[in-house]
């Protein structure tokens, strides 16, 4: 199995920056990639981005390309999303999840990781 804990979400103003960390445990050596997707009140969890385990590849959803950063740390077995230039519209709690003992071949459908944090709360303010 793999285990994942979610850091660094928090209350930021309209055009502030956080950064979340996912940090990957247990059957490592499973993963496939992993994704950053996110649920605002009343709405669907919604895919925000993702990144291959080797790093190679990254993938982004419209809303965020050019605003967040998804990265990985091979040492230390974590994934980082660097969120710049938030928004209120940004506000949401944020999952980390890791495609593992499956195979889809993308990551940006909730169907596509079988493991998944417990999320972390990101607050924007106006």
């Known amino acids: 199995q793999v285990q994942l804990v979610e850091s660094g979400g928090g209350l930021v103003q309209a055009g502030g920056s956080l950064r979340l960390s996912c940090a990957a445990s247990g059957r490592t050596f499973s993963i496939k990639g992993m994704a950053w997707f996110r649920q605002a009140p009343g709405k669907e969890r919604e895919f925000v981005a993702a990144i291959t385990w080797s790093g190679s590849s990254t993938y982004y959803a419209d809303s965020v390309k050019d605003r967040f950063t998804i990265s990985r740390d091979d040492a230390k077995n974590t994934v980082y999303l660097q969120m710049n230039s938030l928004k209120p519209e940004d506000t949401a709690v944020y999952y980390c999840?890791?495609?593992?003992?499956?195979?889809?071949?993308?990551?940006?459908?909730?169907?596509?990781?079988?493991?998944w944090g417990q999320g972390t709360q990101v607050t924007v303010s106006s």
């Open positions: 999840a890791a495609q593992s003992e499956i195979y889809t071949g993308t990551y940006y459908r909730t169907y596509d990781h079988d493991y």
